[in-house]
């Protein structure tokens, strides 16, 4: 994960008790203008998250769910309109190893590779953004918009109208 997200909220795997620990998350205003920004979003009216973090083996498994609420424009109509996102959060973290040899010799692969720890912690808030940009919709539309190609009168009347046209400006239908 990279360390430029707007939103930073650290747990060490030491501040983690054997029964786990529930994190409620809800950002502010402020910190939701600045996400807003990050996403490349026209606002962020709600964000939150709620995670449970557990032990697993010498790392920490993050579980839970991010929800939103994201202003876009609608990519047919131009309008500003909301849409909810719901992102469903299931990932294991884990000290990275010395070296790629010992990754190798540590046994079958798994069929997702753990994330890597940071210094020793996670962290929810980064988490948590870039699930909120994972579940965006690049291409926003408003209910029931559909996008009709224009048409012009030089397509209604065919190929050749402007010819006939300048036919008969020149009176030589006539003959």
Not at 31 to 39: E, Q, S, T, V
Not at 54 to 74: D, F, Y
Not at 141 to 161: C, D, I, L, N, Y
Request: glycine letters at 10%; proline letters at 10%.
């Amino acid at each position: 994960m990279a360390s430029n997200s707007p939103w930073s909220v650290p747990v060490r795997v030491e501040e983690v008790p054997d029964g786990g620990k529930a994190l409620h998350l809800d950002a502010d205003p402020a910190l939701r203008d600045r996400i807003a920004r990050f996403a490349g979003l026209r606002a962020l009216p709600r964000l939150e998250a709620d995670f449970m973090v557990t032990r697993h083996g010498r790392g920490l498994q993050v579980t839970g769910e991010i929800s939103a609420t994201v202003g876009q424009t609608c990519v047919v109509t131009l309008e500003p309109i909301e849409n909810n996102i719901s992102e469903t959060v299931d990932l294991i973290f884990a000290p990275a190893p010395a070296s790629e040899a010992s990754a190798m010799s540590q046994g079958a692969p798994e069929a997702v590779p753990p994330e890597p720890l940071q210094n020793g912690c996670v962290d929810l808030g980064e988490v948590a953004t870039e699930f909120l940009v994972l579940g965006i919709d690049p291409y926003p539309r408003k209910p029931g918009a559909v996008f009709a190609m224009p048409t012009t009168a030089a397509e209604q009347e065919g190929p050749f109208a402007a010819l006939a046209a300048l036919k008969g400006r020149r009176g030589e239908g006539d003959r």
